[in-house]
């Protein structure tokens, strides 16, 4: 199945909100790095995911710094809380140099756009995202990560790592492509935490989350 046929299954089955692990399986499919599933060793992080309950943070989904054992054990007492969920366990991300959000979504007035700045913590402290109409060619997206305040971030302040720049105007980019394609079939998709690791050295999708659009009366009249 084609990702663009998953989409359709997905918004033929009545989807709204596709959880994280769903999300992911997508955005790996298309070319997009995430984090290790099922680790045999190192430290986890363990979640459940569920339509339904998108910011899994709110509703205790998601436990830090666990050993294997211990994730597989944490993940299924969050199963026992909340039915239908989606197990997930990966490897946590140990080194990261900075934290990023890209996203794609349709403006009313420009239609598909893409968005790229500072994520995790600082999406609430940084109003810094750079924005432009997608798709993003690769000229664009490296351009996207070299403007703004957010470029002093990625180039390394006060000593630190320069992030893989490279590696995120790639993703912006490929993110774009994927969006401006199958924008009658996506209302938004939000990457965030994008973990940037040093230079050439790459980086994660650690959380995404794709918003379907409603079907139409037409796809309504064809199903």
């Known amino acids: 199945m084609t990702p663009r046929e998953t989409l359709e299954n997905w918004q033929r089955t009545g989807r709204k909100v596709v959880h994280e692990a769903d999300a992911k399986d997508l955005l790996q499919r298309i070319g997009i790095p995430v984090p290790k599933r099922d680790p045999a060793e190192g430290r986890c992080v363990a979640k459940l995911c569920h339509d339904d309950y998108p910011h899994k943070s709110d509703h205790g989904l998601v436990r830090l710094g666990l050993s294997p054992q211990e994730a597989k054990q944490a993940a299924a007492e969050m199963a026992q809380r909340i039915a239908g969920g989606t197990e997930l366990i990966e490897q946590m991300e140990e080194g990261s140099v900075a934290e990023w959000i890209v996203g794609c979504k349709r403006d009313d007035t420009f239609g598909p756009i893409v968005l790229a700045g ?68 996506i209302s938004e998709i939000e990457i965030n935490p994008v973990i940037l690791r040093a230079d050439g050295k790459g980086l994660v999708a650690a959380d995404a989350l794709i918003v379907l659009s409603p079907k139409t009366d037409e796809q309504e009249n064809f199903t």
């Open 118 to 185: 500072p994520g995790g913590i600082l999406v609430e402290l940084i109003d810094a995202a750079e924005i432009r109409l997608a798709p993003a060619d690769p000229q664009t997206a490296e351009a996207m990560v070299n403007s703004g305040p957010g470029a002093r971030l990625l180039a390394g302040l006060r000593g630190a790592e320069p992030a893989d720049k490279g590696a995120l105007a790639d993703l912006i980019s490929r993110i774009s492509v994927f969006f401006a394609e199958n924008a009658d079939l």
